[in-house]
């Protein structure tokens, strides 16, 4: 009999699959839950700042959602979805890039090296990215597919709605779940350390 392979971790802990961090990864945010973070003193100002950049990506996301819900029950007209759609999604497409950017290259690095016990999570939060960036081209490929199928016929609109609506559900599924277990695991450590001991406080 053939062993079955196990899981990696990282397929454990896959972003489309995960409902937060296994108590290894828990340890700090034992110590800090989400009721005392809102007025802590180490909540400096590049925490607040980056804590509303996620509020405002799922604001945005919220927003994407329920456009996306009403032009496909009707109560949104089809002229009027591009006009809901397009400046949103296109935001949250170029903010999300840069977003990530800045934490794979700049925040990740210091809070990687600042806590090996939490050095794990931050590779399963950069894989996420990886899967975000695949879930975003997915989103705009079908969204671009569905406002050309606007002016064609039913049964292409049918099926290119369909697949948006796929595609952009998963992407904003996986965004919320990274959202909260990202600041499940750096806000803990900011609390812990205080900015400007990590070397991630804003100046000036
Ligand atoms: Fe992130
Ligand atoms: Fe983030």
Redesign the pocket.
């Known amino acids: 009999m053939l062993e079955k392979p196990s899981a990696t971790d990282t397929e454990i802990l896959d972003l489309a699959s995960r409902s937060g961090w296994p108590d290894d990864l828990r340890v700090l945010i034992a110590r800090f839950p989400r009721e005392q973070w809102e007025g802590h003193a180490n909540l400096g100002s590049m925490a607040q700042f980056w804590l509303s950049r996620h509020v405002m990506f799922r604001e945005l996301s919220g927003a994407i959602g329920d456009t996306t819900a009403q032009f496909r029950n009707g109560t949104l007209a089809a002229a009027e979805f591009p006009r809901q759609l397009v400046p949103r999604l296109q935001f949250l497409l170029q903010q999300l890039n840069v ?2 950017q800045i ?1 794979d290259l700049h925040y990740f690095p210091i809070f990687r090296a600042a806590e090996d016990r939490l050095a794990r999570g931050f590779d399963v ?1 950069e894989g ?2 990886h899967a975000i960036h695949a879930d975003m081209a997915a989103t705009a490929d079908t969204a671009n597919a569905l406002l050309r199928a606007l002016s064609g016929d039913n049964d292409t609109l049918i099926r290119c709605s369909d697949a948006y609506a796929k595609a952009s559900g998963g992407l904003l599924k996986g965004l919320i779940r ?1 959202l909260d277990d ?1 600041e499940d695991l750096i806000v803990p450590l900011i609390l812990d350390r205080g900015e400007d001991a990590l070397g991630v406080a804003h100046h000036g």
């Open positions: 977003h990530h934490e939060l996420d990215h990274h990202e």
